[in-house]
Nanobody
Framework: QVQLVESGGGLVQAGGSLRLSCAAS????????LAWFRQAPGKDREFVVG????????DSADSVKGRFTISRDNAKNTVYVQMNSLKPEDTAVYFC????????????????WGQGTQVTVSS
């Protein structure tokens, strides 16, 4: 059983930065893909950034390219997303998710989910 816990959300002004963390308990991330999704009120859950734990390959949504960067710390079994130049449209609940082996942008493909952390960007 994989348990994921997000942290780092909060309120920030447009143009500011936040770093979100996702820590795993119960088992290691080896052979897993870790991804961040977000969901704003009234909208579908959407892919933001993801990383393959083994080879470090990454993917990101067009809306966040050049602003959001995903990284990992193997020793801490933690994945991060550094979010810079935040915009009001980035406001959402951000979820950490995990699945085996293959990076996917579909939330339906992910088995394990954290509880989410709120990011609010004021204009």
């Amino acid at each position: 059983q994989v348990q994921l816990v997000e942290s780092g959300g909060g309120l920030v002004q447009a143009g500011g930065s936040l770093r979100l963390s996702c820590a795993a308990s119960g088992r290691a991330f080896i052979d897993y893909v870790l991804a961040w999704f977000r969901q704003a009120p009234g909208k579908d859950r959407e892919f933001v950034v993801g990383i393959n734990w083994n080879d470090g390959r990454r993917d990101s949504a067009d809306s966040v390219k050049g602003r959001f960067t995903i990284s990992r710390d193997n020793a801490k079994n933690t994945v991060y997303v550094q979010m810079n130049s935040l915009k009001p449209e980035d406001t959402a609940v951000y979820f950490c998710a995990a699945r085996r082996l293959v990076l996917s942008t579909s939330p339906d493909d992910y088995k394990y989910w954290g509880q989410g952390t709120q990011v609010t960007v004021s204009s």
